[in-house]
């Protein structure tokens, strides 16, 4: 890809370089919280119907996770609310196996508050700031989208910048991986390690 010839070139002061691009801030604490937020408050909405006038529990964040951590973290969780037989998967989430109770009102809303006191990470999940947006749409713009369509595939544009993203939302659906077409016979785990995804400096702040 280019961008290696180039830093091949700046090594071996083939070719000029300018001073390398700095790494993008991360989302904040309160847009975390405020992406957290919106997470939790569309989880709410898919709890199960039950007792109308039951609140809308408020929990505290116990810690922030990840597709390592979350599935010990919430089964642990259930179990000290009284649910001995829920349990995670990584596809499925948790799910209680116990045929009783047959109302599901109250399991739905042990499962919220276990989610909502270890709540996944936006930033595991990608969400972005305006920063990475913008460095995310450069790279896929200027090199994954050629790459992709140097190898055979069928790939659309991008969509203006200005309807990329609206600031630390996940936008991992406009990857052009999403809406590639790969030549026949190409596994996407090759177009994957021939065009990366993702460029390596996105989350470094995150780390």
């Not at 709410?44 to 990840?66: E, L, M």
């Not at 919430?74 to 116990?98: E, F, N, Q, V």
């Not at 785990?189 to 990366?196: I, T």
Request: proline residues 11%; charged residues 15%.
């Amino acid at each position: 890809m280019g961008v290696v010839v180039l830093a091949l070139g700046c090594a071996l002061g083939i070719v000029g370089c300018a001073t390398a691009t700095p790494v993008p801030a991360p989302i904040t604490a309160a847009q975390r919280t405020a992406a957290t937020q919106a997470d939790l408050d569309l989880r709410w909405s898919q709890v199960s119907p039950g007792d109308p006038s039951y609140p809308r529990p408020v929990v505290a964040i116990v810690k922030y996770t990840n597709y390592l951590t979350e599935g010990p973290l919430l089964s642990s969780c259930m179990r000290r609310a009284g649910y001995p037989h829920t349990k995670w998967s990584l596809d499925g989430g948790l799910i209680d196996t116990d045929l009783k109770p047959v109302d599901r009102f109250p399991v739905e809303v042990a499962i919220y508050t276990c989610e909502a006191m270890y709540p996944e990470n936006p930033l595991e999940l990608g969400y972005l700031s305006d920063a990475q947006e913008q460095y995310l749409y450069t790279y896929w713009s200027d090199e994954t989208v050629p790459c992709l369509r140097s190898h055979g595939a069928i790939v659309k544009n991008l969509p203006p910048v200005g309807q990329f993203g609206e600031g630390y939302q996940n936008v991992g659906a406009l990857s052009p991986f999403t809406h590639a077409k790969l030549p026949k016979g190409t596994p996407e785990a090759l177009a994957v390690a021939e065009c990366p995804p993702y460029p390596g400096q996105l989350y470094a702040a995150h780390k």
